[in-house]
């Protein structure tokens, strides 16, 4: 069939840069690797390895308190990081910035010292019902430990946009609202800036999950209007085990410490502690240094590509893979036909098991997820117990896309037992 989308550049910012990533080059069962995973975790650029290995055969010490040269030069590392991830969310403040182990631990962090502070029996928390489970199970968690009730911004249909008819009822009362940017279960791009200043206008703060936006299109706090965003190095070309969580000056300055220990005290006695200012009163302990080091190469490197190209490419393998599987007959694909969509298409082939599929294109050189996703109660809404998900980076291209279909033709035809 005939694309109907505009032909590609004749070379991508994809056929550039994909030898910037030494995992992409590698063969699996006798085939190149198709890598459509990217919503799990992105592969790493070399400049990514290769920082955190200098780190540790040149740099490495503890921070923030070596009066030695080496813990000089891994704190300025670990701040220098902290600066260029401020910079990368325009964040107003460095102190602004704190570094965790991903998003999990941000929405953990605010659902904890956040909520520890100000929630009473019977205020709501408002989520939608296409959160991951990370930005669910904190909030049931801090339900349960405080009396608050959850409440849940509908999902429309297999196109999976939020229905914001009843937003005002659901947003009455409520102390929080915390949402995803983009849904990594459908691909959703949820208006953050409209739904943040809505939030805002009612009095309630505003948590953002930025797990599969950070590092596939610029993001801003300041346009988006947020109290919190949370994101993971590791879904932006970074190492794993590094993560961020942005919040408003004020509200942090307010929060209790979300744990206990060296580095985020100022003075300690048997009987009690007084404890840092934002950002360190959040890092207990020894923090991720390497990590910092390599999220900061990660940054630098989505820098130079230029995030609005990444954006660009992303968008269009999308858009290109939405439309080759649209030619499985009876196939059900969910998140957006139409519009801005994050890099990821999700699918049910009717008779084909998705955990069969998977395992058979991985014995093809293709690698995609199957299964909920972290979104069962999204699943259970839609009514499938699984979905088949490619997600792109912007070092995929067109032809992947035309391998994976080409894969899929031919377990589909194994599964159905016909020649
Ligand atoms: N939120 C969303 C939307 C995600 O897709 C993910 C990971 O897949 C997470 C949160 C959790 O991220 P992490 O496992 O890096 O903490």
Redesign the pocket.
Known sequence: MQSRLASPPTTSIADALRGDFPALAQRINGHPLVYFDN???TQKPRAVLDAMRRHYEEDNANVHRGVHTLGNRATAAYEGARDRAAAFLNAPAREEIIFT???????NLVATAWGAAHLKPGDAIVLTEM?????LVPWQLLARRTGAVLRFIPVLGDEGRLDLTGLDALLRGARLLAF??????LGTVNPVAELCERARAAGIVTVV????SAGHMPLDVRAMGCDFL??????ACGP?GI?VLYGRRELLEAMPPYQGGGEMITRVTFEGAEYQAPPHKFEAGTPNIAGAVGLRAALDYLGQVGLPAIHAQIQDVTAYARERLSEFRGIRIFGPREGARGGLVSVVLPGVHALDLATLADQQGVAIRVGH???QPLHDRLGVPATARASFSFYNTRAEVDRFVTVLERVIRMLKGSP
Do not use: F, P, V
């Open positions: 919503a799990a975790t182990r991903g998003t999990t631990e941000s929405l959160e991951h489970h990370s930005n995803t940017h983009i849904s990594n279960a999950d930025a797990a599969q949370a994101c993971s190095g590791h879904k794993t993560g996703h972290c979104t």
